[in-house]
Nanobody
Framework: VQLQASGGGLVQAGGSLRLSCAAS????????MGWFRQAPGKGREFVAA?????WYADFVKGRFTVSRDNAKNTLSLQMNSLKPEDTAVYYC??????????????????WGQGTLVTVST
């Protein structure tokens, strides 16, 4: 499975960005996919995941929306009301056959290369 994330950039606090992830090598709708992020000097943390349902980290609920288009083999993350603490490299991930404990980075099977999101004050 190959994952290519895009859409990162610089945005002011309160603004929005939409991240996209192009996937190849697997049928999206049979496995869980999602997003992690890594802020400067911190470890990777779970952001959101989707299969037939969605899961979100508490700190993005109501602000971020994860979606997928199986026909186009793409995964998206719409990020609204961005805060400076959302600044991080965002990674598109594929969980393989894992369907539990999605917040654990060790349960991710495949990682994309990451796209940087910077939120200014």
């Amino acid at each position: 499975v190959q994952l290519q994330a895009s859409g990162g950039g610089l945005v002011q606090a309160g603004g929005s960005l939409r991240l996209s992830c192009a996937a190849s090598g697997d049928t999206l709708n049979s496995h869980i996919m999602g997003w992690f992020r890594q802020a400067p000097g911190k470890g990777r943390e779970f952001v959101a995941a989707i299969q037939l349902t969605t899961w979100y980290a508490d700190f993005v609920k109501g602000r971020f929306t994860v979606s997928r288009d199986n026909a186009k083999n793409t995964l998206s993350l719409q990020m609204n009301s961005l805060k400076p603490e959302d600044t991080a490299v965002y990674y598109c991930v594929h969980y393989g056959t894992t369907s539990t404990m999605l917040h654990l980075s060790g349960n991710v099977r495949y990682w994309g290369q990451g796209t940087l999101v910077t939120v200014s004050t």
